[in-house]
């Protein structure tokens, strides 16, 4: 009885082999020869930037602490930076955005690091930063900016923020 399983199973095998082999030559986006729409994003995914070193100011704290603000032009930038500013200049805002990040520390701040930036669905990125606070115990808030990526307005950043004594 198990030796007519087998058969059976090697039979099916054989013909299944024989209808993938014939289809080889076929480019019409079958499960052998993916077409780029069958491709597969897998999360999370790192994502580029580069960190503004420049100081920024903000024209208002009024904003959510540790919400990042996104901004996609020039004249939304200016909104939000005080003062003219030059790191601005070299922004392509058709390509690039622009992640204003800011926050209060307990303490004086020595300097602020954004650490990983992923996406973690189509809707979702998350965003690491560390504070390096000073010994002085006046309370301070902190701004910083990154560059990456072209951004939609309305996705959902999470902002995991760790403050941290220098050794």
């Known amino acids: 009885m198990k030796s007519k399983y087998l058969f059976l199973v090697v039979l099916i095998w054989g013909v299944l082999l024989g209808v993938c082999s014939c289809s080889e030559d076929d480019d019409t986006g079958s499960i052998f020869n993916p077409t780029p729409s069958d491709t597969v994003t897998i999360y999370p995914q790192k994502i580029p930037y580069t960190s503004i070193e420049e100081r920024i100011r903000l024209n208002s704290n009024n904003e959510e602490a540790h919400s990042p603000i996104i901004v996609n032009s020039k004249e939304e930038l200016l909104q939000y930076v005080h003062g003219q500013s030059d790191f601005y200049s070299g922004i392509d805002f058709s390509k690039n955005s622009v992640l204003l990040l800011h926050g209060w520390a ?38 910083t900016a990154i560059i990456t990526e072209k951004i939609d307005e309305d996705i959902d950043i999470q902002v995991y923020v760790t403050e941290a004594m220098p050794r």
């Open 106 to 143: 307990g303490n004086g701040v020595s300097d602020v690091i954004v650490r990983n930036f992923q996406v973690l669905s189509k809707t979702e990125y998350f965003l690491k930063v560390l504070v390096i606070l000073t010994a002085s115990d006046v309370e301070i808030h902190w701004v």
